[in-house]
């Protein structure tokens, strides 16, 4: 899908959610709040594919959000259907910089865009950590454009 200057072909996980009645609040459109619960959507369904949700449960090493932002370009109403994508851009060795997308049916165009910077945590020392072996190349397997932030191209 794509309206010219968005393109949702270039998120390699993409989830479709509806935009449920209770997603709007008392200016009649989707608040504010629910962008980042699709974005956290979509980002799940990501780990899951990349396999970061088994090292959380096997070695407690999991993802952790350090930052995020939304740059709202239109209300989504209700009814209406949602495809939001991710992906990842760059990373380091202990962190992810993944771009969401929401796509509007009802509007073909996209209705937010979003970016995550999400850092690698040792859960059992309570400390920021390095990918485990094999997360990387998980990556690099969905998002083969993903580079490697500060190398050369």
Not at 51 to 70: A, V
Not at 127 to 140: E, M
Request: charged content about 25%; some cysteine; glycine content about 8%.
């Amino acid at each position: 899908m794509s309206s010219g200057r968005y393109d949702l072909d270039g998120y390699t996980v993409q989830i479709e959610l509806p935009v449920q009645w209770g997603d709007m609040d008392a200016f009649e459109h989707v608040n504010n709040v629910h962008y980042f619960r699709f974005f956290e959507s979509s980002r799940m369904a990501y780990f899951e594919r990349i396999g970061f949700t088994t090292t959380m449960e096997t070695l407690k090493i999991g993802p952790i959000l350090g930052e995020t932002s939304c740059k709202y370009r239109f209300p989504l109403t209700y009814p209406d259907a949602i495809t939001i994508g991710a992906r990842t851009v760059t990373y380091t060795e202990t962190e992810l910089h993944m771009e969401y997308l929401i796509w509007s049916r009802e509007k073909a165009d996209a209705a937010a865009i979003g970016k995550g910077r999400i850092v690698c945590f040792d859960f059992a020392q309570g400390a920021r950590s390095k990918f485990p072996p094999g997360l990387i190349d998980g990556v690099r397997s969905v998002d083969p454009m993903a580079a490697l932030k500060g190398a050369s191209q």
